[in-house]
């Protein structure tokens, strides 16, 4: 069964400093990834998406995600945080399987430290 | 561009009313909108998707009976939960997307906090 994981629930970093989030998938075939952020009380805003091509992949506000077949990931990095990044992250695969429908991880808390 | 609204935003009822929530999609066409469910501090789950035009397709464990959706054009979609409780508040979600197929990104609404009392 697709699913995706994403190992780490909370993660803080400072004002600054670089920042990943990791997200790994289970996929039979070439997966579709996003990455998404959702500010409190708010919907989601799709940061960047893969379907084919080059695996570095850019998206908005300075974020970039990397696919890597070979370790099932699709981490999402951003060199430099600023405090307006402080949101919940989600990664998600489309599955084709049925009904075409997302796949969501649980999502990573990022918290900014001035 | 791909700009999806909900309506309300919040909305507070009482035990045993129903609730209708909307889902427009404001400068696209919207071929499939889905609904998520989304507890707090929690991921989305998702609970149906709809096709313009067709019933519904909902996910396994979401009581169609009680969470009714309707697809009617194709820049609105409904979901009106019927009877509500107290255990059906919560964070409901809605995406749109545009070609449906595998590549399809989905466009995703602010979002409805509902509370029932």
């Known amino acids: 069964a697709q699913s995706v994981t994403q190992p780490d629930i909370h993660i803080t970093v400072s004002e600054g400093a670089s920042l990943e989030l990791r997200c790994n998938y289970s996929?039979?075939?070439?997966?579709?990834l996003f990455w998404y952020v959702q500010s409190p009380g708010q919907g989601l805003q799709l940061l960047l998406k893969y379907f084919s091509g080059d695996t570095l992949v850019q998206g908005i506000k300075g974020f970039e995600a990397e696919f890597k077949r070979s370790q099932s990931s699709f981490n999402l990095r951003k060199p430099s945080v600023h405090w307006s990044d402080a949101a919940e992250y989600f990664c998600?695969?489309?599955?084709?399987?049925?009904?075409?429908?997302?796949?969501f991880g649980t999502g990573t808390r990022l918290k900014v430290l001035a | 561009g791909a700009v999806v609204s909900q309506h309300p935003s919040r909305v507070i009822c009482k035990s045993g009313t129903s609730v209708k929530i909307e889902c427009r999609s404001l400068?696209?066409?919207?071929?499939?909108m889905f609904w998520y469910r989304q507890f707090p501090k929690q991921s989305l789950m998702l609970m149906a998707t709809s096709n313009e035009g067709s019933k519904a397709t909902y996910e396994q464990g979401v009581e169609k009976d009680k969470f009714l959706i309707n697809h009617a054009s194709l820049t609105l979609s409904t979901l009106t939960v019927t009877s509500a409780h107290p255990e059906d508040s919560s964070f409901y979600i809605c995406?749109?997307?545009?070609?449906?197929?595998?590549?399809?990104?989905?466009?995703f609404g602010p979002g409805t906090r509902l509370t029932v009392l």
């Open positions: 995406s749109a997307g545009m070609g449906g197929g595998s590549t399809d990104t989905q466009y």
């Open positions: 996929y039979g075939a070439t997966p579709y």
């Open positions: 400068d696209f066409q919207a071929t499939t």
């Open positions: 998600a695969v489309g599955s084709t399987s049925g009904t075409y429908k997302y796949i």
